[in-house]
């Protein structure tokens, strides 16, 4: 066996020092043909030569089965709300580690006197520079067990979670526990078909299918219908990949982006996620729960559906490189506890309470996918607005811990049953991409609700914009229906 692998490489080395002295023969295909038998003949004789080289004390790395990978043959890289490196500079064997940080500056015409931005999960301050986020972690892998922790710093831990009730169910301050983790679990790889994933923690979630770190997102200021769907997930999930193409991913969770639970069940749903080629993907999130605070017989459901085409790739070009669409549409509603899903019920039934919107983008690529333009938007309703982004400071009808004086009803916007609310959006960026790891962002929004939402020049939080400043009486928070705003985003993941 050696003595046939010996032949192999002397005859490599061979002919590799005739090639570097310069000396290239005529004829140099009848060497390369004496290459190709020497090595056909020596796997011929001895089939196990590679596998066995280790234990032979050859120095040949063992040839073993491959691995089942669930979608490596599939380009993920231009998708909306995916992951858009081709390759991972740091990875190991063991850990694989992650840093992505979020900049923006945010300019808002209505120039409110806070810097406070209402109804969004990307942003927080107007006309400023802003840590938007910061992510410190990695992923850990060893003899399948598995378990990714990733750090949030920046104002998207103070955004995201403003909107959770279940904090103020019980004991400990839940919103602070997790407040500074984006994701944090652990669990265990089964090698059955292309996988089966178990784990427990805190996950991302699918639902709107923009991706938590706007790194991946085609679009910086979100749709209506992503910005008030869940970012996060706290519970469990079984990841099953039954071919090499489809994902079915159950949860069982607390509730809908919530730290712990608003009543006594848990929050139920699944991802199942098909992309059989690199231009087409389709995917579908289902979630059933009891998600209204001290209301247990109100139920909550909610679907929401994406497709993904790459219509055109040239990734050669120096013009148009690429181009491809994102479609999403969600329908969802509440019923029970005083609210009656898609129609308005009796006295006891309660109103309609219901939730359907969309959004398209469209992406075009340019000079060997280094520049980008996008374009798209959305539409949302939502009757008894039980989805809708609480407007911020003195305008949100949540209790606040600060304001404990603070009463439903008193200030401008509320969520009552019957309330109703309707929004539109559309925006227009243009990227420059120079490598995987970067990106530089300009963006226009325009968003328009049916009854006012959005911060206006007298801002949300008191006559001068300061906290500290005590509440004339007959003081309200400046609300109007529609702004605009430019965004200039600095992007960076490694």
């Not at 810097?115 to 410190?136: F, P």
């Not at 919530?258 to 080629?277: C, D, E």
């Not at 070009?317 to 181009?323: E, P």
Request: aromatic share 14%.
């Amino acid at each position: 066996m050696k003595k046939h692998l010996f032949g192999i490489v002397l005859t490599v080395l061979t002919t590799v020092n005739i090639y570097a002295q310069g000396d290239v023969p005529a004829n140099r295909q009848a060497i390369i043909d004496q290459i190709k038998k020497e090595i056909l003949d020596s796997l011929r004789k001895n089939p196990g030569l590679l596998d066995k080289g280790v234990a032979e004390g050859v120095g040949t790395t063992a040839v073993q089965a491959p691995a089942k990978i669930p979608f490596d043959d599939i380009e993920t890289n231009w998708q909306n709300g995916s992951d858009r490196r081709d390759s991972l500079p740091f990875a190991g064997k063991y850990f694989t580690p992650s840093l992505m940080v979020d900049l923006n500056y945010t300019y808002s015409f209505r120039n409110p006197i806070d810097n406070t931005v209402v109804g969004s999960t990307a942003l927080a301050r107007d006309n400023e520079i802003q840590l938007s986020h910061l992510i410190l972690g990695g992923e850990f892998n060893y003899d399948h067990a598995r378990a990714k922790v990733s750090l949030q710093l920046g104002t998207r831990s103070q955004v995201i979670p403003r909107n959770d009730l279940s904090p103020y169910r019980g004991q400990y301050k839940l919103a602070d526990v997790y407040r500074y983790l984006s994701e944090a679990y652990a669990g265990y790889h089964f090698d059955k078909w292309y996988g089966i994933n178990v784990d427990a923690g805190l996950f991302l979630s699918y639902i709107g299918l923009n991706s938590y770190y706007q790194v991946e997102n085609w679009e910086y200021q979100a749709s209506f219908t992503s910005d008030n769907t869940p970012w996060f997930f706290n519970g469990v999930r079984i990841q099953i990949f039954p071919t090499k193409h489809l994902k079915i991913e159950p949860w069982i969770i607390n509730g809908w982006q919530s730290y712990g639970k608003f009543n006594s069940m848990p929050g139920l749903g699944a991802n199942v996620t098909w992309n059989p080629t690199s231009s087409f993907k389709i995917l579908t999130n289902n979630y059933y729960g009891k998600d209204a605070a001290g209301i247990p017989n109100r139920k909550r459901f909610h679907s929401d559906n994406s497709a993904l085409v790459r219509y055109y790739n040239n990734p050669g070009s120096k013009g148009i490189s690429r181009m491809a669409f994102s479609v999403t549409g969600d329908l969802g509603f509440e019923k029970g506890g005083g609210v009656n899903g898609f129609k308005d019920g009796d006295a006891a039934q309660g109103p309609a309470q219901y939730f359907l919107s969309a959004m398209v983008y469209n992406r075009i690529w340019f000079g060997k996918n280094k520049f980008a333009w996008t374009v798209g938007g959305g539409v949302m309703t939502n009757p008894g607005r039980y989805l809708v982004l609480y407007p911020t400071g003195q305008a949100s009808p949540l209790p606040d811990p600060n304001n404990p004086t603070q009463t439903e009803g008193k200030f401008p916007f509320s969520a009552n049953p019957g309330d109703q609310f309707k929004g539109w959006d559309c925006s227009t960026n243009f990227d420059w991409m120079p490598n995987q790891s970067i990106a530089v962002r300009l963006e226009y929004v325009h968003r328009h609700a049916s009854v006012p939402y959005f911060a206006g020049r007298g801002g949300v939080t008191s006559p001068n914009g300061y906290t500290t400043t005590p509440l004339p009486p007959d003081w309200r928070p400046d609300l109007v229906k529609s702004e605009d705003r430019v965004i200039l985003a600095i992007l960076f993941r490694l």
